[in-house]
Nanobody, 118 residues
Framework: QVQLVESGGGSVQAGGSLRLSCSASGTPIGAKTMAWYRQAPGKQRELVASVTNSDLKNYAGFVKGRFTVARVYPKNILILQINSLKPEDTGTYYC????????????WGRGTQVTVSS
């Protein structure tokens, strides 16, 4: 069973930085894509950034150069560097991985909390 574990969240002041990590275990297969999503209180979960196994990266529009996603190969490790944090970045950040080995399988981590104070 694939498990995703996030770490690196915390409470910071606006303008600060955080580095989130996600590690997938339970499979020797590389994920087709890995991604970070976030969910603010009372809002829907939204994509922050994703990386394919070809290292193609996609960022949400609100990132605007403040976020950098990186993937460590061949391990299923995903990093999200967040700079110039804003209070509106507050939320739970979730790691997602999609595996394609026959059927498509999606997995989610439990999330890591990011709180930004003004």
């Amino acid at each position: 069973q694939v498990q995703l574990v996030e770490s690196g969240g915390g409470s910071v002041q606006a303008g600060g930085s955080l580095r989130l990590s996600c590690s997938a275990s339970g499979t020797p297969i590389g994920a087709k894509t890995m991604a970070w999503y976030r969910q603010a209180p009372g809002k829907q979960r939204e994509l922050v950034a994703s990386v394919t196994n070809s290292d193609l990266k996609n960022y949400a529009g609100f990132v605007k150069g403040r976020f950098t996603v990186a993937r460590v190969y061949p391990k299923n490790i995903l990093i999200l560097q967040i700079n110039s944090l804003k209070p509106e970045d507050t939320g739970t950040y979730y790691c997602h991985a999609r595996f394609i080995a026959g059927p498509v399988s999606d997995y989610w981590g439990r999330g890591t909390q990011v709180t930004v104070s003004s």
